[in-house]
């Protein structure tokens, strides 16, 4: 039996209701207002204002000033409360740049609408891979962050971009271990950013599998469903 989850969604459309659908049986939130989503998720877009993370607009970024100032206003009120939240592609940068990072305001090779590969590095098994679509021309950088207050997931496995400017439109020095982040976990407010697309239809079954899985265990879905439902017949 699917775990039911309530999903708030401010911008969006089918596809992203369609890929949770295929773990979870998705009830779709049009307000905070009423009852408290299992989770929130923010989806693709322009691209975030670089002022949220202390520079200025760059050559190639384009952004929705209104769009962030309702996201980020949704952000703090659903980390208040402790709901789990997903963000996909500017969704993904979003939670990074709400959660202390900032993001690389121009890269190459990425934003190519095919697939790439990502890799993740697991206990006893190697290294995991799978082709997620690529259509992003910036890039989060949680690294300027604790060690503890995040995780990557899943990275790259090649290095795409042969550039990653800045504000002033030139390369930044990047981290001595920098790797590409495609999957990011930020512990402090439970958010989880997929930078890539599994919802959409090109995207290999497997890999939405994968990613569906880093939803469910990463967010504690499960738990957390059955933590609301024995509130609401206490309450």
């Given at each position: 039996m699917k775990v039911k989850l309530l999903l708030y969604m401010p911008f969006g459309g089918k596809d992203y209701i369609s890929f949770l659908e295929k773990r979870f049986n998705v009830e779709v939130l049009t307000t905070l207002r009423k009852r408290t989503p299992h989770?929130?998720?923010?989806?693709?877009?322009?691209?975030?204002?670089?002022?949220y993370y202390n520079e200025k607009v760059g050559d190639f970024t384009i952004t929705d000033k209104d769009r962030d100032n309702k996201e980020f206003e949704i952000f703090e009120h659903c980390s208040a409360l402790g709901i789990p939240m997903l963000g996909i592609c500017r969704g993904a940068q979003l939670l990074c740049v709400a959660n202390r990072g900032k993001l690389v305001q121009h890269v190459t090779g990425h934003a190519i609408g095919g697939l790439h590969e990502i890799s993740e590095e697991r206990e006893g098994e190697g290294m995991i891979t799978h082709n997620?679509?690529?259509?992003?021309?910036?890039?989060m950088y949680p690294f300027i962050l604790k060690d503890i207050d995040y995780s990557i997931i899943a990275h790259s496995t090649t290095f795409l971009?042969?550039?990653?400017?800045n504000e002033n439109n030139e390369n930044l020095s990047v981290i001595k271990n920098f790797l590409e982040?495609?999957?990011?976990?930020?512990?402090?407010?439970?958010?989880?950013?997929?930078?890539?697309?599994?919802?959409?239809?090109?995207?290999?079954?497997?890999?939405?599998?994968?990613?569906?899985?880093?939803?469910?265990?990463?967010?504690?879905l499960k738990v957390f469903n059955k933590e609301n439902t024995k509130k609401s017949k206490n309450g």
């Open positions: 989770l929130v998720l923010f989806t693709g877009g322009a691209d975030v204002h670089p002022s997620i679509t690529s259509t992003h021309h910036q890039m971009s042969n550039i990653y400017l982040p495609e999957i990011v976990y930020f512990r402090r407010t439970r958010s989880l950013s997929i930078q890539g697309h599994p919802e959409l239809k090109h995207c290999p079954n497997n890999t939405k599998e994968y990613c569906l899985d880093q939803i469910e265990n990463y967010l504690n």
